[in-house]
């Protein structure tokens, strides 16, 4: 409970703080900003951005958990809309079909770019948040059914989570689950990012409910 108070505390000084600076600043100052807080993640974490080419040859990302090379931390840019990806497993599964639903199990982690403090997480939830997804032909439709995300944030499912579908195959509970990270801009994440103009980081590992 004491760590729930200080998460949605910081939420409400986050807020705050947002709604100063907005006050300050253009739309185009905030993408400025945000723009050099990501790449200051990206030299600091020392990560080595590939190319949505390069990523499809293999669909790998090397980093050092899983590797297959660990001297590399690669995430792949979706170059359409300022997305980064780092796939550390894909899972023991499938890949989705057009036309099916899966009802999905998430536990996720979300840090603030600017300055690595958690905005949200159900690290330590006795529940998993739960979505479903839909595909449809290409396109892929969800919302959040329960969880720490829709409680914070609505059920709509961000974007970013939704561009991982292509990529995994998350297995049933009792499997390892899909386990991705992401840098997120405003425009792909939460409402509350979209807001405010921040960028995001998450570590998610989905598993699937389906059988």
């Keep these: 409970m004491k760590k729930l108070i200080y998460i ?9 703080m ?3 600076c907005k006050d300050e600043e253009t739309y185009a100052d905030q993408k400025e900003r945000e723009a050099k807080q990501i790449s200051k993640w990206l030299a600091d974490n020392k990560i080595d951005v590939i190319s949505m080419a390069d990523f ?8 050092p958990v899983t590797g297959p ?3 590399l931390n690669q995430y792949v840019l979706f170059s359409d809309n300022g997305v980064y990806m780092q796939i550390i497993r894909r899972g023991e599964g499938r890949l989705m079909k057009s036309g099916e639903i899966w009802d999905l199990n998430a536990r996720y982690t979300e840090q603030l770019v600017r300055n690595g403090d958690y905005m949200s997480l159900n690290r330590y939830e006795r529940e998993p948040d739960i979505f479903y997804v839909q595909r449809t032909g290409d396109n892929y439709t969800g919302s ?3 969880g720490v995300m829709p409680n914070r944030y609505g059920n709509s499912v961000p974007n970013s989570w939704l561009m991982l579908m292509p990529f995994i195959k998350p297995g ?3 499997a390892d689950g899909a386990k991705v990270r992401l840098i997120v801009p405003h425009n792909q994440g939460t409402q ?3 807001s ?4 995001a980081f998450y570590e998610i590992t989905i598993t699937t409910r389906n059988k």
């Excluded at 949605?8 to 705050?16: D, H, K, P, T, Y």
């Excluded at 405010?196 to 960028?199: A, D, I, R």
Aim: aromatic share 8%.
């Design 172 to 174: 049933l509970l009792n």
């Design 69 to 71: 090379d660990s001297t």
């Design 192 to 194: 509350l990012a979209a």
């Design 8 to 16: 949605m505390s910081g939420l409400m000084a986050l807020s705050l």
């Design 18 to 20: 947002f709604v100063s």
């Design 196 to 199: 405010n103009v921040y960028p």
């Design 56 to 63: 499809l040859k293999d669909t790998i990302t090397n980093n």
């Design 144 to 146: 959040f059914r329960s």
